[in-house]
Nanobody, 124 residues
Framework: QVKLVESGGGLVQPGGSLRLSCVGS????????MAWFRRAPGQDRVLVATIEGGGHTFYEDSVRGRFTISRDNSKSTVDLQMNSLRPDDTALYLC??????????????????WGQGTLVTVSS
């Protein structure tokens, strides 16, 4: 099992930027696909972006072109750079490690390890 700890959330005005970071420990980090999900109030977790161990990335349509996911395997970190933030980006952002490849990358059940999340609020 890997322990994941997120940081970097906060309050930002529309159009602003934030950088989220996730630090992992307890497992060889580089061999696993990592992801950022978000959970808006009253909603289920939704995939935001993924990054494979080799660096290939995937983005949900609403964030493509605004968000950038990256990883540093030597530091066991996964970052999410968020630009041009909008009020509908407001959510709890969670870092996750993919431990199953039997289903879709969109499914939270594919990810066996989760952080506690960091809250992002976009408001004027």
């Amino acid at each position: 099992q890997v322990k994941l700890v997120e940081s970097g959330g906060g309050l930002v005005q529309p159009g602003g930027s934030l950088r989220l970071s996730c630090v992992g420990s307890g497992r060889i980090f580089s061999g696993y696909d990592m992801a950022w999900f978000r959970r808006a109030p009253g909603q289920d977790r939704v995939l935001v972006a993924t990054i494979e161990g080799g660096g290939h990335t995937f983005y949900e349509d609403s964030v493509r072109g605004r968000f950038t996911i990256s990883r540093d395997n030597s530091k066991s970190t996964v970052d999410l750079q968020m630009n041009s933030l909008r009020p509908d980006d407001t959510a709890l952002y969670l870092c996750a490690c993919r431990t199953s490849y039997r289903g879709s990358r969109y499914s939270p059940s594919e990810y066996g390890d989760w952080g506690q999340g960091t809250l992002v609020t976009v408001s004027s």
